[in-house]
């Protein structure tokens, strides 16, 4: 181990750091455990922590503690209208203070000093608190809870989730803490998830807006502004980030708690709205923001509103969901620290393939009304298998990730579809996978046969499919873009193996190429590209539903 | 003995001297020059700072094409090594620092090297290599299986015991080379790279 860091140190990926020079220079890198090392350094904090305590005695008063400090609050939305109740970190956690939610909710408090609990009185029901044990009793029934009640001074706290799992409960009034959107909904009030996402293309922007569980919505313009109304008591909406666009200046809150606000570019002429239920359980509006005068057979009227059909959201032209194929998780290649391949004028391989599986998402959503999901829609990094496992989970019917080649040579060119090629073991395997179930005892005596898969061969179920999509990825592409002189391949690659469904590796270009990266990079390559696997996508689909009784 | 007497046998002993040291030399012009021969002169073209006592054979290495979509073969002179490990290492080697005849290119990275070679008793080669490999890497899938595979092929074609190749990094199995070719598993030769 010394060897090999001081040849680090030696190769230069790692410096040596002073830390007392990096805290002069507020460098945050220096390791703790190092600090301590440099005596210098320590006598001088030391110095610094006694001048910094001697100050706070003369003062009288005890620093404020960051850790106990209010940080932010929680909203509460009932038929009551919203409250605030605040909250308080600790320790990494969460807590309300018992006396706080006891205010809100017209709890009676009664401290056990010789037990040394408290005990919450909810009408009839009471809940019973001890310290430093992470379940409370609830009517007489235990629950569990994420963090032990804490007792500071004369205040309980106690971590968040007391709300949804005691609390409501002890009320026995639904409560559903939304930790990401900061809001505890309580009762039968509606407030729908909201989340949207703006695609900017060159003709336009789309703006896909779902809604979960499913809501109806009216889309109406009023004062140049396009509004979006749901029927619902609260919207639980965060506005995504996006900066200003040609037509799309910015999505925000509407005028009421209800609604959003479309506020458009300097080219918007004209919305067209469209609705569709991906599920059951969330419904979508997509929005298109043109130009002015543009025609669309769908809708060639720029309607303002699209009435809510809450008994049958879907417009009949819209085409059902396939029986075949209903979802398709596309894979953006690379992402965060992975930058993936490098043109020579600085593309990135990771930016390419977002921006084409963004636009592809947007094509298939709004054109077959399938459920696309994106194994990333920003810039992270994901493991090889979260992203097959993503798909796994989704239960997606295809799998498609998206790559940008690079080649040793600066003049091969070329767009190429591969599928998974596995080895002789491996086909032993995928035999033995397939000819029985596993059995397993069952709770309650007895068996029961489960199909389990292997995780690593779970593509090898699936290469005549993924065969088959890749040659009709290969001829739909090749109507578009240049293709490699070897326009489909197989290959051992990492990302296809744990796919429990038909999946492919597009790479849509050489980045390594000049040419091709300035095309790669363009809006009308990707257009192409898109149109491409969408048109191979639709192909898959036809056989997939010919080939099932 | 007389004077005269003692002149002669001593004469006689450093005729015989000189003889003997005189055949032993020619013997051993004429060993080293059989040994040296066949090999001279393509030592002389591809690997200059050959060690002549060195017994070498011929090996097929595998390099990127010249558009760089494929591997193509070239016979290089490695060093004869005693077991298979011994040549997989020398094979492996040779692979990394061979120089390719123009217009291929090498589909490794400059700068990596060997860091260990193990066989399996499941004839499966395990080559440790070093983070040059990964971290001067170009990336692009295409790259990426010319990498692994011109490694893969070269053990596999040249000693037909080993089945399958896996590549290590800094002794440590890796996912992917360079987010691409599965690496989890050893790997078989891959005949559809090669270019015809």
Known sequence: MTRRISSLVQSGRWARVDPCAAARRRLPLVPARNRGRYHGCALRRATVALLFALIVLVSGSAPPSAAQAPQSSLRILSREGARALATISLNNQEYVALDDVATTFGLTLVEDRLAGGVTATAGARTIIITPDQPVVSVAGRLVSLTAAPVRQGNRWLLPLDFLQRALGPALDTRMELRRAARLLVVGDVRVPRVTARVDANAGGTTVTVDTTPATPARVTLEGGRVQVVFDADALDFSSPAMPPQDFLQALQQGDTPTSLRLVPGSKFGMHRATTTQPDASSSRLVIDMLPAGTESPAAPVPAPAVPAAPADPLPPSLPLPAAGVRTIVIDAGHGGDELGARGPGGTLEKDVTLAVARRLRTMIEVRLGLRVFLTRDDDRTISLDERSAYANSQKADVFISLHANAAIRPAMKGAEVYYLSIDRADAEARRMAESTGTVLPSLGGGTRSVDLILWEIAQARYLEQSSALAGMVEQSLRARVAMSPRPVQQAPFRVLVGANMPAVLVEIGYLSNAEQEQALGSGAYQDQVTQGLFDALVQFRARIERSQP | ?196
């Open chain 2, 1 to 196: 003995m007389t004077p005269r007497r003692l002149l002669v046998a001593l004469a006689i002993v450093i005729v015989a001297v000189g003889l003997g040291w005189a055949m032993m030399t020619a013997l051993a012009r004429i060993l080293r020059n059989t040994e040296t021969a066949p090999v001279a002169a393509p030592a002389s073209q591809t690997t200059p700072d050959a060690v002549p006592a060195v017994p070498r054979i011929k090996a097929t290495l595998f390099f990127a094409s010249e558009d760089g979509r494929g591997l193509l073969t070239a016979e290089h002179e490695i060093p004869l090594a005693v077991g298979t490990v011994a040549q997989a290492r020398a094979l492996v080697e040779a692979q990394l620092a061979a120089t390719p005849p123009a217009p291929l290119v090498s589909a490794i990275p400059a700068g990596t090297s060997l860091r260990g070679l193990y066989v399996s008793e499941r004839n499966e080669a395990f080559v440790d290599l070093d983070g040059a490999v990964r971290d001067k890497h170009p990336g692009g899938s295409m790259n990426e299986l010319l990498t692994v595979f011109a490694i893969v092929n070269a053990i596999t074609t040249n000693l037909p015991d080993v089945q399958s190749v896996q590549l290590l990094i800094e002794g440590r199995e890796v996912d992917t080379l360079a987010g691409h070719v599965d690496l989890r598993r050893p790997l078989r030769k891959n005949e559809s790279l090669i270019t015809p």
